[in-house]
Structure formats: C-alpha cells, structure tokens
C-alpha cells in the first residue's frame, strides 16, 4: 500500500485487530490502535482522527445488538442524542482546530486520565451509586437536567479523543441512579456510536483522515470484534482488564518521556 511497508501495515493491522476484539470485551481499544499510529508516524490529529474512523464501525455493531434495551428509553433517547450529536461535533471541531504540537503535548495527559478512569471503573460505580442510590419505586429510565449535562461534557471528550469515554458514560449514568448493567450498556454503545458517527463525519469532511492507514485499520479492527466477541466467555475479564491497565500505564509514561 502507497506510503507504508510491510512493518508499518502489520503494526496498524495488529493494532487494530486487537483494538477491535477488546473493545468487543470490555473497551480501552484505542490504548492499541492509537499509538501505533503514532509509531509509523501519523501526525497526532490525523492519527486521532484515523483511529476514530477505523473503530467506527464497531460502535455501531455494539449499538445494534442492545436494539431490544433501547427500546425502553423512547422517552429519554431522543432528546440525549441529540446531546451526543451536538458534543460530537463540538469535540471533533475541536480536535481539528488544535495543532499536533498542542495535541502531542496533550496526548500523554488524555492517556493518564483514560488508564485512571479504565483502572478504577468499579470504583468509580460504586462511589457514585453510594452517592445517589435512588429512591425507591424510582423510574430508573428518567434522565434529568444534569444528566444532559454530564453527557454533553463525556460527549465533547468522546468526539475530541474518545479513550475512556465509555467509563465516563457509566459512571453518568450511575448517577442518575441506573441499576440495570445491560440498560447502562445499551445507552452507552448507542450514544457512543452517535458521537462516534458525528466525529468521522466531521473529520472526513474536514480531510483529516489517512485513507491508506485507515483502510488497513478497518478491515482488520472489524474481523478483531468478530473473534474477540466470539471468545469472549472463554477470556478471563480481569487479565483483559489488567493487560489494558499495563499498556495504558506504559503509554502514559512513554509519552510524558517523550514531552520532557
């Protein structure tokens, strides 16, 4: 492929395929495929940009198989997709309005909140169920004004990085007393997939994505959530979970390395 040698194109491929399957396990993909754009030398927003195109269709995928729990947030979806519409292209535009100097500065620093943020998910639950547990008799669907609010800020995060987003999106919706994990998943895939939609949009439009390096991440990103969503139950989540804590971790300190 024009531009690339065979390291580079296998280096994204497996990035890719692994950013796909983990993502169709437990998220924290981009902790793979990001950086290895970085590594062949895709500029920092170009390589954001890329990224968020190569793991698209996956976010849609994830939507549609929670089709059956959505259906119970008729009165609620409507209105937090339009929240996830407009943060989405609020983040984008502000991805591409943000120099790679800047953004490379930036990178480690979103990499440390997103590890934090993965690493202490259960947590992060747990505290904010404590902190609103939810009255009794409770609709656990209604979404208030705060709620919009949250979501509007984890949206603006998702369309400019993403990494980390979907810990965001559970712990918003904890607080406002959601109980149901698989309710909480069916909104967090469907909203995502909005701001994920909305961001490629933008960043196609705005000719911020290598086509060559994409193309490769796309096909081998898709065929890596069919296998990783096929092995699922045979995956111990927690070494799942720890291998992305380490390369977050080992991410995280490369690239404050690389900015001192």
């Known amino acids: 492929m024009a531009g690339m040698d065979f390291f580079q194109i296998a280096l994204i491929g497996v990035a890719a395929f692994a950013a796909g399957a983990v993502n169709s396990v437990a998220g924290g993909g981009t902790f793979f495929s990001f950086p290895a754009l970085l590594a062949v030398g895709v500029p920092p927003v170009v390589a954001n940009a890329s990224n968020s195109v190569s793991l698209w269709p996956g976010s849609l995928a994830g939507a549609w198989a929670f089709r059956q729990e959505l259906a119970r947030f008729r009165r609620s979806l409507p209105m937090l997709s339009v929240v996830a519409f407009v943060g989405g292209i609020a983040g984008g535009l502000l991805l591409l309005a943000t120099s790679n100097a800047a953004f490379a500065k930036l990178i480690p620093w979103l990499l440390l909140v997103a590890t934090v943020l993965f690493a202490f998910s259960g947590q992060i639950s747990a505290l904010v169920r404590r902190l609103r547990p939810g009255p009794a008799g409770a609709d656990e669907r209604h979404i208030g004004a705060g709620g919009f609010l949250f979501q509007l800020v984890v949206s603006v995060y998702g369309g400019f990085f993403g990494a980390g987003m979907g810990i965001l999106m559970i712990a918003a919706l904890a607080i406002q007393g959601f109980k149901d994990v698989h309710e909480i998943n069916a909104l967090k895939n469907w909203l995502s997939a909005v701001i994920y939609s909305v961001a490629v949009g933008t960043f ?46 080992l991410l995280t300190v490369h690239y404050f390395v690389k900015t001192l």
């Not at 086509?211 to 898709?222: C, I, K, N, Q, S």
């Open 204 to 249: 196609v439009i705005a000719n911020a994505v290598s086509w060559p390096h994409t193309l490769v991440m796309l096909a081998t990103g898709t065929l890596g959530g069919y296998v990783g969503a096929t092995l699922a139950r045979r995956i111990p989540a927690v070494w799942l979970r720890r291998l992305i804590i380490a390369v977050g971790s």
